[in-house]
């Protein structure tokens, strides 16, 4: 799952791919923002969106955002949350499963 800056990143690139660095749009996905003059900015450097507008506008021009949403709206369909994982990521705990499982039971628990 994307975090914020990543999504402060897209947002910003779709923005600028809109012609304005404001991310009106796109706000309510990130709180890596800042709110100035009636509209929102992302807090991110331009470097790396603009790197990646040129491939960014070359997929969305080839219609990625209709095969995105579609792969969405099938997961959906599945009775799935889009884009979770299939599997606990045990790569994160030693390759351990069980200390996979009781560390993430551990985790919800403290957020709850």
Do not use: F
């Not at 040129?54 to 799935?80: D, H, I, S, V």
């Amino acid at each position: 799952m994307p975090g914020w800056a990543q999504t402060s990143y897209i947002s910003l690139t779709r923005a600028l791919d809109s012609g304005t660095a404001q991310v009106d749009r796109w706000h309510w996905q990130t709180h890596d923002i800042a709110w100035y003059d009636g509209h929102y900015y992302s807090v991110k450097a331009p470097g790396l969106p603009l790197a990646t507008l040129p491939l960014y506008a070359g997929m969305k021009e080839l219609g990625a955002e209709n095969l995105a949403r579609r792969a969405r709206l099938r997961a959906e369909a599945t009775g799935r949350a889009p884009w979770t994982q299939s599997r606990p990521p045990v790569e994160d705990y030693g390759y351990d499963l069980q200390r996979t499982i009781a560390a993430r039971a551990a985790i919800v628990r403290c957020r709850s």
